[in-house]
């Protein structure tokens, strides 16, 4: 079974400092990995993926992630935090090996808090 | 591209009444459609995934006759909360998946909140 782990429910940073939020997977082959944001009382946006191509990948908003398979982690960084980045941030992983049949699997999200 | 829009987006209703949610994919055809349950400050729980033109797949512990899902064409999939009770009070959220593309990807709706009285 697949499963992530994410540390820190709570994350709180100033405007403009660097956002890391961590991400740590669990899987029996190589994953698909995801980083979704969820502003109050709205559904998901996709921020980034990683699947098996550039281990580095580049999102939307400033946003990246690096695949680290010797740490089997996933971390979602942005070098300046804005206002606007509050939000929860949730890790997934799927199972590309599954196709159609795949299902997300969230971590428990982190909330972003960036203060004057 | 990529929309989904899920109705209502809120609803409130009585204890012992059934109410529906729809998901609809408003750009794309999805053939896989997927339903979470997320309660205050947590993660999406996946309840089921819709098929459309088959049998929704039900998620341990979710109850099939409570929660009764219908995908009947390629653009919309519905969710049916059946005798609602004050326990079912939560953010409901779809998703779709754009098929054959390649990278297992899905597209969120805006969530609807039931809250049963």
């Known amino acids: 079974a697949q499963s992530v782990t994410q540390l820190g429910s709570h994350v709180s940073v100033s405007e403009g400092a660097l956002v890391l939020l961590r991400c740590n997977y669990s899987s029996s082959v190589p994953p698909y990995l995801f980083w979704y944001v969820q502003y109050p009382n709205q559904g998901l946006q996709l921020l980034l993926k990683y699947t098996s191509a550039a281990t580095l990948v580049k999102g939307i908003n400033g946003f990246e992630a690096e695949f680290k398979k010797s740490e089997t982690s996933f971390h979602l960084t942005k070098p300046s935090a804005h206002m606007s980045d509050a939000a929860e941030y949730f890790c997934?992983?799927?199972?590309?090996?599954?196709?159609?049949?795949?299902?997300?699997?969230f971590g428990t999200g982190t909330r972003l808090q960036v203060t004057l | 591209g990529a929309v989904v829009s899920q109705h209502p987006s809120w609803v409130i209703c009585k204890s012992g009444t059934s109410v529906k949610i729809e998901c609809r994919s408003l750009d794309f055809q999805a053939t896989t459609m997927f339903w979470y349950r997320q309660f205050p400050k947590q993660s999406l729980m996946l309840m089921a995934t819709?098929?459309?033109?088959?049998?929704?797949?039900?998620e341990q512990g979710v109850e099939k006759d409570k929660f009764l899902i219908n995908h009947a064409s390629l653009t919309l999939s519905t969710l049916t909360v059946t005798s609602a009770h004050p326990e079912d009070s939560s953010f409901y959220i779809c998703s779709a998946r754009i098929p054959g593309s390649g990278v297992d990807t899905q597209y969120f709706g805006p969530g609807t909140r039931l809250t049963v009285l």
């Open positions: 819709s098929n459309e033109g088959s049998k929704a797949t039900y």
């Open positions: 997934a992983v799927s199972d590309p090996g599954a196709g159609t049949a795949s299902k997300l699997t």
